[in-house]
């Protein structure tokens, strides 16, 4: 696991097992937040254990963007915590959460021992302010990766914890494309310091702007080009086949790799998408 610190009090730990997933903590007179965790039991303890037994706070709340598994499986290991949500998380954590959960135990020894944790607190509509100490978090609704995403601000700081609404590559195959678009469209022009993205590389206050932009485009070239598809007739492993992560305005190497199949994901989900819109018959030919 990387540490790295932000500002005064605010840490962002990245993992060196999984894509490299990003959690982050905010330090204040009353305790600390932390927003996600990481992937496997390993890394979350070692943020457990910075905090609480070098820093001496305690985690007084945790912070769950979304239900995706590389997000949240670390949650009950900070059993002196309340964890906040967004209210489709809670719920999708009691269904698809607790199922991938319940696999990841049964498959493996070291995740046998993390258990399920639904939000305490859970949230709506509009902005949920968190006062803490001297700090406030707000947080507030992003979907487009998945339904129930967030996403977290440091007011005073203006430091924007984004999960996976904001990574290398947007991605939506478990979420919507027509959400997503509109999330990235109410960060846009607000005045962040910096961007914490759900993997990889922190954004800076001098390149949240284009980074942003070059989301949005990503996801409005990649509809195109999947619209054209269909135009054209092409199949879904046809559709694939023509419209690389490049041609939408991305790079393949980010994240190890992992980018081209993410990307490779969002089009069989927007092909799908579209072909229900136009009421097309479904492409059931497998890929390989």
């Not at 999330?183 to 914490?196: A, D, H």
Request: glycine share 6%; aromatic share 6%; proline share 4%.
């Amino acid at each position: 696991m990387l540490r790295e610190l932000v500002s005064q009090n605010i840490f962002v730990f990245t993992s060196e097992l999984y894509a490299q997933v990003t959690s982050g903590a905010v330090i204040t007179p009353a305790g600390a937040v932390v927003i996600d965790t990481l992937p496997f039991p390993s890394e979350t303890n070692q943020i457990l254990r910075f905090i609480e037994e070098r820093l001496r706070v305690p985690v007084r709340f945790v912070i769950n963007t979304h239900y995706h598994a590389d997000h949240v499986n670390g949650t009950s290991l900070f059993r002196r915590a309340q964890v906040i949500s967004h209210r489709l998380c809670r719920e999708l954590l009691d269904g698809p959460g607790r199922e991938a959960l319940d696999r990841a135990r049964r498959n493996s020894r070291e995740m046998a021992a993390l258990e399920m944790i639904l939000p305490h607190v859970v949230f709506d509509e509009g902005i949920f302010n968190l006062h803490i100490g001297d700090v406030t978090l707000q947080m507030w609704h992003t979907p487009g990766h998945s339904l129930d995403s967030i996403v977290c601000m440091v007011k005073e700081e203006r430091i924007l914890f984004a999960a996976d609404t904001v990574m290398p590559v947007p991605f939506f195959a478990d979420g919507s494309w027509t959400h997503y678009v509109k999330s990235l469209q109410g960060l846009r022009e607000q005045p962040f310091e910096s961007v914490i993205q759900g993997h990889g590389e922190i954004v800076l206050r001098g390149e949240v702007e284009e980074k942003i932009d070059a989301d949005i485009h990503y996801l409005v070239t990649l509809r195109e080009k999947v619209e054209r598809a269909l135009d054209r007739g092409l199949d879904l492993a046809g559709a694939v086949m023509s419209i690389d992560v490049e041609s939408c305005g991305k790079s393949r190497i980010a994240l190890g790799g992992l980018v081209g199949e993410l990307h490779r994901a969002n089009v069989i989900a927007l092909y799908e998408t579209l072909q229900k819109e136009r009421g097309l018959e479904p492409d059931t030919a497998a890929l390989s």
